[in-house]
């Protein structure tokens, strides 16, 4: 298993011309549609580079990439930022060759540009084994609702359901040392050449996350779809938080905690906080006591005690608590 996350680059594929999203995609490139305000697809997923530890980041442009330019630079939010730009659409293929051409680097990280997701980078990264490429994947959504069928008859409805197979999530860890299997075809899509090439030579892993969020923009509906996910939420070097609720009496705060990340430590001065465990499992330190914490445990913390969560699977956590959102003291 290979743990570093020194040497490795990302590739983030922004070229693309967003046809099913006009009139949006008329005037700005795919990749600057807003989630929320004023924070776009490619907001979110460098901040995901930055995170996972990543330093330098390739923004593999075509279609008005001087907007993208415009808005990024050479250096946006402490990460170095380069540009390779095709001078026409030559296919995710093309551009990945590209950035293993460009970049003398051990190890790439790569992300196609409308996709819209909470996996775990750092966890992909450390995960992924040398000498191979790693495929992130997700479960497939059916698309419709469907029909359950016995004895001749309907017995009931789903409103698209997960299905038991996987999709290709548009993630990609590439190690260096398979740069030439690239490089047996200039262009094209990545899915249909290389890809299956590496599959039947074993060289092809792929890492999961169970019940993540994870969207691709391909039509209004979708983008849809992420904006209602982004309402009201804020992005954390560990996951988010998001407002479920707000009265003048009591805040209710979903948070998604990633897999082996925590939320420092911290008191409220005035806030009292009822934590209730959704999904996952870790850890709750209160002041100098440790308890373990899964799925339907309920806490309660006071007002000025220290306390911060760890998470050991990805945790999902409401926060029922006294209002006074800005009580927060920082104590690491």
Not at 27 to 45: A, H, V
Not at 172 to 189: A, M, V
Request: with cysteine; charged share 25%.
């Amino acid at each position: 298993m290979f743990r570093l996350l020194k040497g490795v680059v990302g590739g983030i594929l922004c070229g693309g011309m967003g046809k099913r999203l006009r009139p949006i995609t008329d005037s700005i490139p795919k990749s600057l549609i807003e989630i929320k305000e004023g924070y776009t697809i490619l907001d979110r997923q460098l901040f995901q580079m930055k995170y996972a530890g990543i330093n330098k980041v390739y923004l593999l442009a075509g279609y008005l990439y001087e907007k993208i330019r415009e808005r990024y630079g050479t250096s946006w939010n402490g990460l170095d930022i380069d540009y390779y730009v095709e001078d026409k659409p030559r296919g995710t293929l093309f551009a990945i060759n590209s950035l293993l051409k460009i970049s003398d680097s051990k190890y790439y990280i790569v992300m196609n540009g409308d996709i819209v997701t909470d996996m775990n980078l750092k966890l992909l990264i450390t995960q992924s084994t040398e000498n191979a490429v790693t495929i992130a994947v997700t479960k497939l959504v059916s698309p419709y609702g469907i029909v359950e069928l016995a004895n001749g008859k309907i017995i009931g409805f789903k409103e698209k359901p997960t299905l038991p197979y996987y999709i290709n999530a548009g993630i990609y860890f590439i190690d260096s040392k398979l740069k030439e299997h690239f490089f047996t075809y200039e262009e094209g899509d990545v899915e249909k050449t290389v890809f299956p090439y590496l599959a039947k030579r074993g060289l092809l892993n792929y890492y999961m996350e169970e019940d993540v969020f994870w969207q691709s923009i391909d039509s209004q509906k979708d983008l849809e779809l992420v904006r209602k996910e982004f309402a009201n939420r804020i992005d954390r070097p560990w996951g988010y938080e998001k407002i479920i609720a707000e009265t003048e009496n009591y805040t209710t705060i979903q948070y998604y905690i990633m897999k082996d990340s925590s939320i420092p430590m911290h008191h409220h001065m005035k806030k009292d906080e009822t934590l209730h465990v959704l999904s996952g499992e870790g850890y709750l330190y209160i002041e100098d006591e440790k308890m373990k914490i899964s799925k339907d445990d309920v806490i309660h913390v006071h007002p000025k005690k220290r306390h911060k969560i760890l998470a050991t699977e990805a945790l999902k956590i409401l926060s029922y608590s006294t209002t006074s959102l800005e009580d927060y003291i920082l104590d690491e």
